[in-house]
C-alpha cells in the first residue's frame, strides 16, 4: 500500500480559533480536507482487507444494510447509507450481476422494486465481515481506545446536525 500518513511536521501547530487557522494555516489544518484524507486512508485500508473479494466500502454498506433490513426498496436503501438514488441504482445492478441481490417488484405497489440479499451475498458477508471490522479498527488504532469510543461519538454528533440540515438532503439526491 502507498504511505497514507502526512508527517507530523507538515501540519501547522494548533490554534486558539480553527477560523484562524483554515485561513493563515496550511492545508492540513482544514477539517475538510482532513476528512477527505481520512476517507482515502479508510478506503485504502478496506481494499488491503477486503479487496480481493472486488467490494467497496459502499458496496459493503449496501450488503450490509439489505441483511439488516431484508427485502426493501431502493429509497429506502439510499437513505439507509446516505447516498443517492441514482448511485444506488448502479450499486444494486453491479451487485445484481454478480449474484449478491435480488430485485423483485413489490407485490402490493407494482411501482416499487424490492432489493434482497441473496445466498451468495450473504455468504460474501459472512467472508468478510471480519475483514472489514479490521479495516474499521485499523483506520483509528493510532487512537487509544476511549479517544476511538470520542472520535466515533464526535463524527456522528456531526453527520446527525447535519443530517438534520436542508443541505444534506440536497446533496443527497
Not at 106 to 116: E, G, I, K, Q
Not at 121 to 129: E, F, K, Q, T, V
Not at 147 to 158: A, P
Request: aromatic share 2%; glycine share 4%; net charge positive.
Amino acid at each position: 500500500m502507498a504511505e497514507v500518513n502526512i508527517a507530523p511536521a507538515q501540519r501547522p501547530a494548533p490554534r486558539d480559533s480553527l477560523e484562524d487557522s483554515w485561513r493563515d494555516g496550511g492545508l492540513q489544518a482544514r477539517p475538510g480536507f482532513l476528512i477527505r484524507r481520512l476517507h482515502q486512508i479508510h478506503t485504502a485500508i478496506f481494499s488491503e482487507e477486503c479487496g480481493e473479494e472486488r467490494v467497496t466500502p459502499i458496496m459493503y454498506s449496501v450488503l450490509s444494510a439489505l441483511a439488516q433490513s431484508g427485502p426493501v426498496d431502493q429509497t429506502t436503501l439510499a437513505a439507509s447509507v446516505a447516498i443517492d438514488k441514482t448511485n444506488m441504482a448502479d450499486i444494486l445492478e453491479r451487485l445484481k450481476k454478480r449474484g449478491l441481490v435480488r430485485r423483485r417488484v413489490a407485490p402490493r405497489d407494482r411501482r416499487v422494486r424490492l432489493a434482497t440479499l441473496t445466498d451468495e451475498g450473504r455468504a460474501l458477508l459472512d467472508r468478510i465481515d471480519e475483514r472489514a471490522h479490521r479495516a474499521h479498527i485499523r483506520t483509528i488504532e493510532d487512537l487509544g481506545p476511549a479517544e476511538q469510543r470520542q472520535f466515533v461519538e464526535l463524527m456522528s454528533r456531526i453527520v446527525d446536525a447535519k443530517s438534520a440540515a436542508p443541505q444534506d438532503a440536497a446533496a443527497l439526491s
